[in-house]
């Protein structure tokens, strides 16, 4: 043992093992298992930088931007909500339908020659795996949720000029897609809001008739005519004391002229009043008595002077046929005067009814204002969006083929040497610990407990 190694072990920690305070002899000792160790890594190494498959990453760049007119001239119909509408374009742009014709277009993952083929679907879920959009705050980039946004589109592929186009393609469909389903989103709206305009023009036609068909059917009845039926009312009722009276005074004349002039009575009234006096007599006297007999001989001939008598109406401006004309306006004014008080009774029933029907119509009508002026911003927002002058997207930076590769095989052969050279000397390590060597007077009075009496310098 060496001196050098003598004062090291003097002055050194106790707890740190021989070994490692000899790094040459332990290569010394263990150079054959570490330099094996060594070749087997850099032997790794090498195979796999060589078989690596290169990967390019190539990225575009989109802008999402707002509206370009003020709110203040018109309210867009279209959410701008972030997340759901970004959630909704990668849903459209990373469609199966969408990834199978950028694969098949391009020519991307083509079946090797010795190997089984790839199907559709696991190309598409490597093209998924290879492909991430997300919001780019790098280099000065504007944030998610400001009035302009950065999204990167970053594709992974061998090949750097496919990259490239992919992601360039992915772009454009970002753009497309973004496009549409802000025009889909308004059309969708006007389109909405007319079928329920057209509704309520329909709606508000069908109770404007109602309310026609009701004013028709209970014509009389409603309250615009309330005022003029009861002054109506009061006519009538005038007009029917006035006839009843003059019907009074009409009977009182005919009755004082049938007493005091009997013979200018009619056949008929005489043999009425005949009748009347015979069916007296026949009370009071027995059918053979004179005055019984005498008026049956009267009422005889008063019958056949009837019946050989042509029947005639009363001679007008007689008695009877002024009472007779009387009696005819007198049961017409009574007729109209109860169905006038009964119109009058129903209006206050109609009232609410036609109250209940106008109020549907008026908030109708208030509808129909509300979605003639939904409709009319509707049309203008999708006017704006047909003009791209509501949220825009536009491609900021075209994605480049990149010059190399984002997995090149210099950074894993420097991880690669590096690797291997710890674990040689992991090795070296491993291999002192299991079978352990003195490499100092201090590790042989530790382990021994027994004094060292001399060293000798290493023999080189």
């Given at each position: 043992?060496?001196?050098?190694?003598?004062?090291?072990?003097?002055?050194?920690?106790?707890?740190?093992?021989?070994?490692?305070?000899?790094?040459?002899g332990l290569t010394q000792r263990r150079w054959k298992w570490m330099v094996a160790t060594l070749a087997l890594g850099l032997t790794a190494t090498a195979l796999f930088a060589r078989t690596l498959e290169l990967a390019y990453l190539s990225t575009a760049t989109v802008l999402v931007t707002s509206q370009r007119?003020?709110?203040?001239?018109?309210?867009?119909?279209?959410?701008?909500?972030?997340?759901?509408?970004?959630?909704?374009?990668?849903?459209?742009?990373?469609?199966?339908?969408?990834?199978?014709?950028?694969?098949?277009?391009?020519?991307?993952?083509?079946?090797?020659?010795?190997?089984?083929?790839?199907?559709?679907?696991?190309?598409?879920?490597?093209?998924?795996?290879?492909?991430?959009?997300?919001?780019?705050?790098?280099?000065?980039?504007?944030?998610?949720?400001?009035?302009?946004?950065?999204?990167?589109?970053?594709?992974?592929?061998?090949?750097?000029?496919?990259?490239?186009?992919?992601?360039?393609?992915?772009?454009?469909?970002?753009?497309?897609?973004?496009?549409?389903?802000?025009?889909?989103?308004?059309?969708?709206?006007?389109?909405?809001?007319?079928?329920?305009?057209?509704?309520?023009?329909?709606?508000?036609?069908?109770?404007?008739?109602?309310?026609?068909?009701?004013?028709?059917?209970?014509?009389?009845?409603?309250?615009?005519?309330?005022?003029?039926?009861?002054?109506?009312?009061?006519?009538?009722?005038?007009?029917?004391?006035?006839?009843?009276?003059?019907?009074?005074?009409?009977?009182?004349?005919?009755?004082?002229?049938?007493?005091?002039?009997?013979?200018?009575?009619?056949?008929?009234?005489?043999?009425?009043?005949?009748?009347?006096?015979?069916?007296?007599?026949?009370?009071?006297?027995?059918?053979?008595?004179?005055?019984?007999?005498?008026?049956?001989?009267?009422?005889?001939?008063?019958?056949?002077?009837?019946?050989?008598?042509?029947?005639?109406?009363?001679?007008?401006?007689?008695?009877?046929?002024?009472?007779?004309?009387?009696?005819?306006?007198?049961?017409?004014?009574?007729?109209?005067?109860?169905?006038?008080?009964?119109?009058?009774?129903?209006?206050?029933?109609?009232?609410?009814?036609?109250?209940?029907?106008?109020?549907?119509?008026?908030?109708?009508?208030?509808?129909?204002?509300?979605?003639?002026?939904?409709?009319?911003?509707?049309?203008?927002?999708?006017?704006?969006?047909?003009?791209?002058?509501?949220?825009?997207?536009?491609?900021?930076?075209?994605?480049?083929?990149?010059?190399?590769?984002?997995?090149?095989?210099?950074?894993?052969?420097?991880?690669?040497?590096?690797?291997?050279?710890?674990?040689?000397?992991?090795?070296?390590?491993?291999?002192?610990?299991?079978?352990?060597?003195?490499?100092?007077?201090?590790?042989?009075?530790?382990?021994?407990?027994?004094?060292?009496?001399?060293?000798?310098?290493?023999?080189?």
């Amino acid at each position: 043992m060496s001196a050098a190694s003598d004062s090291a072990g003097e002055g050194g920690s106790p707890t740190l093992p021989g070994f490692l305070r000899d790094p040459i002899g332990l290569t010394q000792r263990r150079w054959k298992w570490m330099v094996a160790t060594l070749a087997l890594g850099l032997t790794a190494t090498a195979l796999f930088a060589r078989t690596l498959e290169l990967a390019y990453l190539s990225t575009a760049t989109v802008l999402v931007t707002s509206q370009r007119i003020s709110e203040e001239f018109f309210r867009p119909t279209v959410e701008s909500d972030q997340l759901e509408k970004v959630s909704a374009i990668l849903g459209e742009i990373m469609s199966r339908q969408n990834l199978a014709a950028l694969i098949e277009k391009y020519g991307l993952y083509p079946d090797k020659q010795d190997a089984d083929p790839v199907s559709m679907e696991d190309k598409i879920t490597q093209l998924r795996t290879a492909t991430e959009i997300r919001p780019d705050t790098t280099h000065g980039a504007v944030r998610p949720g400001s009035a302009a946004v950065v999204y990167a589109i970053s594709v992974y592929l061998d090949s750097a000029q496919g990259a490239a186009i992919v992601a360039n393609d992915l772009a454009g469909s970002f753009i497309d897609t973004h496009l549409k389903m802000r025009s889909r989103q308004a059309r969708l709206t006007t389109e909405f809001l007319r079928r329920e305009l057209a509704q309520v023009e329909e709606d508000l036609a069908k109770q404007e008739s109602a309310i026609t068909t009701f004013k028709q059917q209970y014509r009389g009845e409603l309250p615009g005519e309330l005022q003029t039926n009861i002054s109506r009312l009061d006519r009538l009722q005038m007009q029917r004391q006035s006839l009843a009276l003059q019907i009074a005074e009409a009977e009182t004349r005919m009755t004082t002229i049938a007493t005091t002039a009997p013979d200018a009575q009619s056949p008929q009234e005489r043999l009425k009043n005949l009748r009347a006096r015979y069916q007296e007599l026949a009370a009071i006297y027995t059918p053979e008595h004179p005055s019984v007999v005498a008026a049956e001989r009267q009422m005889a001939a008063l019958e056949k002077e009837v019946a050989e008598t042509p029947q005639e109406s009363a001679a007008p401006g007689s008695p009877a046929s002024t009472i007779g004309e009387l009696r005819r306006q007198l049961a017409a004014t009574v007729a109209e005067f109860e169905d006038l008080d009964r119109r009058v009774a129903s209006t206050p029933k109609r009232q609410e009814e036609l109250a209940a029907l106008e109020q549907r119509a008026e908030i109708l009508r208030e509808s129909h204002r509300e979605f003639l002026r939904k409709v009319s911003q509707a049309e203008l927002a999708e006017a704006v969006e047909s003009a791209q002058q509501g949220e825009r997207a536009t491609i900021l930076d075209k994605a480049v083929p990149p010059s190399h590769p984002d997995n090149s095989p210099l950074k894993y052969i420097v991880v690669g040497i590096i690797a291997s050279v710890l674990l040689a000397a992991g090795i070296g390590v491993l291999l002192e610990l299991v079978d352990a060597v003195v490499v100092s007077d201090t590790e042989i009075e530790q382990r021994y407990q027994l004094p060292v009496l001399g060293s000798i310098a290493r023999i080189r």
